[in-house]
């Protein structure tokens, strides 16, 4: 008993040296009062290292518990001071292993929560990847549409503008079928008849727009004459002029080749004009008469170029009606002498000769067409715009005087 309370004693005072004089006081107090009792089966090393261990557990829970309830809890609880069986730097050594730990622990959440985020992250841009790509698609879609609808709206007002053109065009030839029956252009009822070919009918209504568009040439001539344009200016629309009276003698070589006699027989000009036809057309020679009288002033070298186009002209004239004549005499006596035996072989060489008119007709055509280029190079650009201003309203008279003579009064 001796032995074991000087080594208490001693235990004690090496205690005491390193305690707190109240920690020292409450462990006298409470050594003393065991002493005057029997010592308890409890050992108080065994509490002090569960309690120095429940408090690293703390420590380590404070690391995740920090975020949460604030810096305060980071204090160790007051009872890890009451009894420490080791030595300060002991503990402080376990308190600041504790506090490694629990740093490394939660470095290693960090990272962990760190590697979370980022595959989180990988995640949420590899969700987003195909709902953008789907997002393009559609935006593409949608520009395809309005591109699809605005080609569709485009075609649509093409075919309405088409649509409106065929109507007005429709009304347009109705309007010179009708005028063109006024003129006495259709015999029979006009296109009805059974002796009008397609091909004469369309040559009729192809004269029909030819003559609307020599009233708008001539009314452009007179207005240019009238404004005292250029002599640039000037040219433009003579040179407009020619050409036009170039498509008309191109449309009557195609009628000569389907329905000759059509063209021949002026069934297409007014009645006034049918008059004064020679193969199909007017006499050069006689148009060159009229314009001798209108052109005024001339220089000499003018009028002896006028004169001898109108020679020529004459010649040339004389040249083709001769030649008529002739194939006129031998188709009578081709017809005359045909019997019923050879009747057939007659036939046949009256059918070409017969043919041989188209010939003469479109000589003819050229001929008339060079007289008009003939008299362009005679004259100024001025005097060819006044000759062809004045050629248009010579039958421009002739046709309104048909008028006249189709609607007089009949008794």
Not at 255 to 261: E, G, M, Q, T, Y
Request: proline share 3%.
């Amino acid at each position: 008993m001796e032995s074991q309370r000087i080594g208490d004693t001693t235990s004690t005072s090496s205690i005491d040296h390193h305690m707190p004089y109240n920690t020292s006081f409450m462990y006298h107090s409470t050594l003393n009062s065991n002493n005057n009792q029997e010592p308890p089966t409890f050992d108080f090393g065994e509490l002090e290292e569960a309690i120095v261990l429940q408090g690293v557990k703390m420590n380590n829970d404070d690391s995740f518990k920090s975020p949460l309830y604030g810096a305060g809890i980071n204090r160790p609880a007051a009872t890890l001071e009451m009894f420490p069986s080791w030595p300060t730097k002991v503990h402080d050594t376990l308190r600041g292993s504790s506090k490694s730990i629990g740093g490394e622990q939660s470095s290693d959440s960090d990272s962990a929560l760190n590697t979370t985020i980022s595959s989180r992250g990988e995640a949420n841009v590899e969700l987003e990847s195909p709902s953008k790509s789907n997002y393009e698609k559609t935006l593409r879609r949608l520009a395809q549409n309005r591109e699809a609808a605005r080609k569709s709206r485009l075609r649509k007002k093409a075919y309405v503008q088409q649509l409106e053109t065929s109507r007005m065009r429709l009304a347009q030839l109705e309007q010179e079928l009708q005028r063109a029956r006024s003129q006495g252009i259709f015999m029979g009822g006009g296109s009805t008849g059974p002796n009008i070919s397609s091909g004469a009918s369309m040559f009729d209504m192809d004269y029909s727009r030819w003559l609307d568009d020599d009233q708008r040439q001539i009314c452009e001539l007179r207005t240019a004459l009238q404004a005292h344009l250029g002599d640039g200016e000037l040219r433009i629309i003579v040179d407009a002029y020619i050409a036009h009276y170039d498509h008309i003698f191109l449309l009557k070589g195609v009628v000569a080749k389907s329905d000759l006699f059509h063209l021949l027989t002026g069934i297409w000009a007014s009645p006034a004009e049918r008059g004064f036809l020679w193969l199909g057309g007017f006499k050069p020679s006689d148009l060159i008469k009229m314009l001798i009288t209108q052109l005024d002033p001339l220089t000499q070298q003018q009028i002896v170029g006028i004169y001898s186009l109108q020679q020529s002209s004459q010649q040339a004239e004389e040249a083709l009606s001769q030649g008529l004549e002739q194939l006129k005499q031998s188709l009578i006596e081709t017809i005359a002498t045909c019997s019923v035996n050879d009747g057939m072989h007659h036939m046949a060489i009256a059918l070409g000769k017969l043919a041989n008119l188209e010939s003469f007709v479109h000589q003819a055509d050229n001929l008339r067409q060079q007289t008009i280029h003939q008299l362009h190079r005679i004259l100024t650009i001025r005097q060819s715009a006044r000759c062809f201003m004045m050629i248009g309203e010579y039958y421009g008279r002739l046709r309104a005087l048909s008028s006249l003579w189709a609607s007089r009064p009949r008794e």
